[in-house]
């Protein structure tokens, strides 16, 4: 019979394996700005806005798109958004007391949140889990390679 630890342990497995790491009034803003049919694949809280002031934001990965919420009575409002493609990257930056996340695609470099240290896990989790769903830019790599040797 497994004791207290064993439970404990099982259960914050449990937690870091749910790939949407939101409370559930987040959740619900957050699905409610979904279009139709698009499916919730991960989100995050962080703990500030990308001006540096400390309001909750959401970092979401949907079956479409990446993108950045922010509470608006009840209905969020979209910080940011970009598409899901081959060759879209996440590069964190590190400053004294916070992070900043921003995605990077072939024609810009969008930010996405900042956060404090206090978010560290739970951001890190989540752009872990997006990094291995992004679509992967395999067939531009072998065009290219393709590319390379037919000019030998």
Known sequence: ??????????????????????????????????????????????????????????????????????????????????????????NKREFVSNSLLEAETEEAVVPLIRYTHARDDAIDRAVGTIRELLPAEEASEADAEADGEADE
């Open 1 to 90: 019979m497994p004791d207290g630890r064993e439970r404990e342990i099982t259960g914050q497995q449990q937690e870091e394996e749910n790939p949407i790491d939101l409370p559930e009034e987040a959740r619900s803003q957050v699905e409610r700005a979904l279009q139709p049919g698009e499916a919730l694949k991960v989100a995050a809280e962080a703990d500030m806005a990308l001006p540096g002031v400390f309001a909750p934001s959401w970092l979401v990965l949907t079956d479409r798109r990446l993108a950045v919420f922010s509470p608006n009575s009840g209905s969020p409002h979209t910080l940011a958004e970009v598409p899901l493609q081959p060759g879209l990257a996440l």
